[in-house]
């Protein structure tokens, strides 16, 4: 392309040539937000195709062993499910005002939102590790030393497997996000974030929520099966 | 200059949205989660799981498009959005198909 | 390779020489530098492979089982596709010439995100680490495919091999992340969709199945490991568990992952064809959205690997068909690709050799294809040298001699020196025909009914495996050829012009090599992908 050399592109650039957040590759602050915008989407796209392996798995057993699941089902806590998702959306909406608050500037806001959201985070992960003990003390972890005195004992263990698999990948993503809360956290108290410049926050919030649609899925089809 | 023409229209500030929405929308969710757990305890028979995941869904919607603000965003983010749940159902439907038509040849092993 | 043209500009520094010192590389965010550590790490990935591949083929010499215990056979032959799949075949073209070109080609400082391509390098590195680790304590030896039930019981490290190829995974899923968002949001000024070189449509494609179909293996080996190490009940059978399930999983990436490795190649064949016909490719926008339609049908054929499974006939059926479907587009490129050559002024360089020899291999590996994806005819040579012989065309006659004809393309691009043209040529021509000696036999040795994954066969096979035999050393030759004059053109070759080629493309508008940052001032395209004037002789930007 002969003439491709000849002229740069200075269109819109100029108010946010100076903006140190702006990285040399990109030439204006909305497309470097557009593009990590966009990334995220893209990364929580793979997230979703991650965790449809999973429900495939969850789709396919609970065909397969419909009375296992629902006495596996049975096993759960409903209380301390319930009380999980009001949990994990009660932390949603924490998130979206610590995004509300970055985008008005408000680092004040945005910090007490952040450190509610991670409070809301660490409780989920409490009350999952209440479960889980509570699992092991009854033997009801799949493998060698899984016991079942109801119907369908292969089902049940496949209901288990099911269970552990997907609760416990979930939990890992919360401890993901309690990592990547952590950073913006420091960062909002470095100052870092302003009206012109908060995609960190803004990204790092759609995976929080991401991971809380996940969890929305989960609990009526782990804990709410055949209840009647 | 398509790219030019993808930025159209952008808001480099992002959507304000006012706090009320976040309020209504986080009380759609509760309703919803209540209603979850109440229909459980009633008999409906498929119908039940017809119900949870269809409030299930509700719920993920309402997070999708207005805390993660999609409902604002650009039509690239819809693509993402619908093209990879479409690829997640195309997996369900193609894999749950073999498993729901075995045996329909009545040739043992098939 | 013709006499270079007068050099545009050649700048004192550039990307190779802009900063010194093993830090300035390992901690470098230039795509242009992450690129060359990927070529130099794929590079030693493919010799590990290559190497297990020649084990392979030495024991296969003879019928019996004398080289290697059938124990240890299973192993080389599990690591030779571990190896060459994940860290070789798949990074290869994207790596390498992907991470090189996609922001040159769209006219961008960088992708999107230079950290995450760094970070993505070093999960490759990770990943073969772990790999390695597996090898060197023992190997693996459940096939590359780690089906279940045997890999979870089988004694060897199937959880570290499983984790390599998980992280390496994750390698890939970023790098198609970054090719997406930038061709999205960094294409220069001018540069609309249907200007993008097809390497850039390619690329597009095989980050889409990197992003939808990488993940669902990782969570599908993870499982796996989650099965070994904690014991659930997913995939094995007594524990409930559904091993049928576990290749649905697998192959809902595996399948559209041989497009991850063929689509690049099919992308640097459309730039040589183009390139060393002196023509525009012919069907542009077919060429463009057959990428696309490769990618899109390439993820609901997955069953064909699974005829001889449980999997239920009808479902079986419609795989079949869906199967045969993915020639369409494969064809449209083949033909479009002959077409281009059409009345074009063909010169004989080095990576043409390799296009015109991709072509026909493609070719028949792709109708061999067809053989397979016919349900009936898949009971007979299923796990047959056949698969084997199919596959190799695709992967080595296609993705392999895609990779090396874009190298040998770029590679005065990528490091400003000239290799040794008459050397290039012998080179290609040694690598066909080993290639086609190795593999054409194993054709007829599987139809005849020679299963695959054995350290033994019947005594009347052996004529046709030692041609075999024979034709890999021939290949492993070629394959040296190449690393010995790249290397040597490093220290004496002549310095490369901007556009030895005469070549149109952005890439070729810059001095070679360039500056870190590409272009010193944002390029406006104002003309449509592969410009020429066929009969006159191209003018150098």
Redesign the interface.
């Known amino acids: ?9 200075h269109g819109g650039a100029h108010v946010d040539i100076h903006n140190p957040n702006l ?3 990109f ?1 204006d ?3 470097q ?3 990590s ?3 995220m ?17 969850y ?3 609970r ?3 419909h009375d ?1 699941f629902v006495a596996g089902s049975h096993h759960l806590d ?1 209380f301390w499910g ?1 009380l999980n ?2 949990i994990l ?2 932390s ?2 924490t ?3 610590a995004v ?1 608050s970055a ?2 500037g408000n680092r004040r806001g945005l910090m007490v939102n952040l450190i509610l959201t991670m409070g809301l985070g660490a409780a989920f992960l409490g009350i999952k590790a209440i479960e889980y003990s509570a699992k092991f003390r009854d033997k009801v ?4 030393h899984f016991e079942w005195h109801e119907v369908d004992p ?2 049940a ?2 209901f288990f ?2 269970y ?2 997907m609760t416990g ?1 979930h939990a890992l993503h919360m401890v993901v996000g309690l990592g990547i809360m952590s950073v913006i956290l420091f960062m909002s108290w470095r100052g870092r974030f302003n ?2 410049y908060y995609t960190p926050v ?1 990204i790092s ?2 995976y929080w ?2 991971v ?2 996940v969890w ?2 989960l ?3 782990l804990y ?1 099966l ?3 | 200059m398509e790219h030019a023409h993808e930025n159209a229209g952008h808001h480099t500030h992002g959507h304000i949205a006012p706090l009320s929405m976040y309020y209504a929308v986080f009380g759609a969710l509760m309703v919803g989660t209540a209603i979850t757990v109440a229909v459980a305890y009633v008999d409906l028979g498929f119908v039940n799981t017809a119900v949870a995941l269809g409030i299930a869904v509700t719920k993920a919607t309402l997070v999708i498009l207005y805390f993660m603000h999609v409902r604002w965003a650009s039509r690239l983010t819809w693509v993402v959005i619908v093209g990879s749940l479409f690829w997640l159902i195309l997996m369900f439907v193609i894999a749950m198909t073999d498993y729901l038509s075995r045996g329909w040849m009545g040739v043992p092993g098939r | 390779m013709p006499s270079p043209h007068a050099p545009v500009t050649a700048p004192a520094t550039n990307y190779l020489n802009a900063t010194h010192g093993l830090a300035s590389w390992l901690l470098t965010k230039d795509h242009k530098r992450i690129a060359i550590l990927y070529l130099i790490s794929i590079t030693l990935f493919f010799g590990l492979g290559g190497l297990f591949a020649g084990i392979v083929r030495l024991e296969l010499l003879t019928p019996q089982s004398d080289l290697l215990e059938p124990d240890t056979y299973n192993k080389m032959f599990t690591l030779h596709g571990v190896v060459m799949v994940f860290f070789f075949l798949i990074p290869s073209i994207p790596a390498v010439l992907g991470n090189w070109l996609m922001p040159v080609m769209i006219g961008a400082k960088d992708l999107a995100f230079p950290r995450i391509n760094l970070i993505s390098w070093y999960l490759y590195v990770i990943g073969g680490v772990l790999t390695l680790a597996a090898i060197l304590g023992g190997g693996v030896d459940t096939g590359w495919t780690f089906y279940p039930p045997y890999s979870t019981v089988s004694p060897s490290h199937v959880i570290l091999a499983g984790l390599g190829v998980f992280v390496a995974g994750f390698s890939s899923i970023l790098t198609g992340l970054n090719f997406i968002v930038s061709v999205h949001r960094m294409r220069a000024p001018g540069l609309t969709w249907f200007r993008l070189p097809l390497f850039v449509w390619a690329h597009y494609a095989t980050s889409l199945i990197m992003i939808l179909g990488t993940p669902v293996i990782a969570i599908t080996i993870l499982l796996l490991a989650l099965e070994r190490g904690l014991g659930l009940g997913i995939f094995d059978p007594t524990r409930g568990g559904d091993p049928v399930l576990f290749q649905h999983l697998f192959w809902f990436y595996s399948h559209p992952a041989v497009y991850i490795m063929i689509l690049p190649a099919m992308g640097v064949m459309s730039e040589l064809v183009a390139a060393f016909s002196r023509k525009n490719v012919f069907g542009y926008s077919f060429v463009a959205f057959s990428s696309l339609g490769i990618a899109v049908l390439g993820f609901v054929v997955w069953g064909h690997h699974l005829f001889v499974s449980s999997q239920s006939a009808y479902m079986g059926l419609i795989f079949s068909i869906l199967s045969m479907l993915v020639a369409i587009p494969s064809a449209v490129k083949v033909f479009n690709w002959t077409a281009t050559l059409y009345k074009g002024s063909i010169s004989w360089d080095a990576p043409m050799l390799y296009a015109i020899g991709f072509i026909g291999l493609f070719t028949i590996g792709g109708l061999t294809g067809l053989f397979l994806a016919t349900m009936g005819l898949d009971i007979h040579v299923h796990d047959t040298y056949f698969v084997v012989a199919h596959f190799h065309y695709i992967m080595v006659g296609g993705a392999i001699f895609g990779y090396l004809g874009g190298l040998h393309y770029w590679w005065p691009k990528m490091t400003g020196k000239l290799y040794s043209e008459a050397w290039a040529r012998v080179s290609a021509i040694v690598i066909f025909v080993g290639f086609n000696l190795t593999f054409f036999p194993q054709f007829i040795v599987g139809y005849l009914g020679m299963p695959r994954r054995y350290a033994m066969y019947p005594d009347e096979f052996q004529v046709l495996n030692v041609m075999s035999t024979a034709g890999a050393t021939v290949l492993g030759v070629g394959y040296t050829l190449p690393l010995a004059y790249f290397i040597y053109s490093l220290v004496k070759g002549p310095a490369a012009s901007a556009n030895p080629w005469g070549a149109k493309g952005l890439e070729w508008t810059i001095p070679s090599p360039p500056p870190t940052e590409n272009f010193l001032v944002t390029p406006i395209v104002t003309e449509p992908a592969y410009n020429y004037n066929p009969g006159r002789e191209v003018e150098v930007a």
Do not use: K
């Open positions: 392309m002969p003439d491709a050399n000849q002229a740069a592109v990285q040399h590759h030439n602050m909305a497309q937000q557009e593009a915008t966009l990334g989407w893209v990364f929580l796209a793979t997230e979703i195709m991650f965790f449809g392996g999973m429900f495939l798995c789709i396919l057993y065909y397969w062993y296992g409903l319930a998702t009001v959306i009660v949603s909406l998130m979206a005002f509300r985008q008005l972890i799949p493998g060698r292969i089902g263990q496949a497997s099911i552990f698999a990948m009206e012109t803004e919030g759609l929520h991401f809380d649609i929305i899925f609990f009526p089809l709410l055949g209840r009647h």
